[in-house]
Every structure is written in structure tokens, then in C-alpha cells.
């Protein structure tokens, strides 16, 4: 079973960046769809971005244009850019192995990295 720790989280004001990372170990990172998932006060866990094991990546309509997925599998990582933050995306910001055709996440939850954009 794989295990996931996020990082990268923090303050940024609102239009600025930040690069969330994922690394994952336990097993063979390169196999796995990746995602990223945010939940913020009071509102359900949702999808933001997914990249499959073969590279393609899909986003929640609300970051296309602003967020990027990637991952380097040669260090067992996932990424999120995200760029024109807005205060709208403070959320805590996990990431899970996923079956990409369902999105439907399938690892363990982590304790996920906080991003609140505030000025």
C-alpha cells in the first residue's frame, strides 16, 4: 500500500503562487493515478486535478487555466502548481492514489497541506 505525505502549503496573498508536492511511498509510484483533492471549512472533500498513470490530467472547471497537475515518477512525487490564487481555494489540499476513469480516490488520507489565500 502506498503512502502519501503533502507538502508546500502556506500563506499567499490573493493572485500569487504556490507549488504543492506529493511523495508517495510503499510501492511503484509510476503504476497509480494520481490526484489532488481540497476541502474547505464547512464544505465537502472535492476533486481539483487527476493525472493518470499514462499522463492524461483532468481539473475541476474552477482552476482550469491557474492549476497544474504533474508528477515525476523517477522521485515518487506529484505536483500541483497553482498559479492566480484566489481566496476561494483556502482548503486544505490532500492528495490519493485514484482509479482515473471512476474518481474514485482508493489510498488512505493524509494530513494534507494548508493553503489559505488572504491578504
Known amino acids: 500500500q502506498v503512502q502519501l505525505v503533502e507538502s508546500g502549503g502556506g500563506l499567499v496573498q490573493p493572485g500569487g503562487s504556490l507549488r504543492l508536492s506529493c511523495l508517495a511511498s510503499?510501492?511503484?509510484?509510476?503504476?497509480?493515478?494520481m490526484a489532488w483533492y481540497r476541502q474547505a471549512p464547512g464544505a465537502q472533500r472535492e476533486l481539483v486535478a487527476a493525472i493518470s498513470s499514462g499522463g492524461s490530467i483532468k481539473y475541476v472547471d474552477s482552476v482550469k487555466g491557474r492549476f497544474t497537475i504533474s508528477r515525476d515518477n523517477a522521485k515518487n512525487t506529484a505536483y500541483l502548481q497553482m498559479n492566480s490564487l484566489k481566496a476561494e481555494d483556502t482548503a486544505v489540499y490532500y492528495c490519493n492514489v485514484i482509479d482515473y476513469g471512476l474518481e474514485r480516490p482508493y489510498g488512505s488520507w493524509g494530513q494534507g497541506t494548508q493553503v489559505t489565500v488572504s491578504s
Open positions: 510503499g510501492s511503484i509510484f509510476s503504476i497509480y493515478a
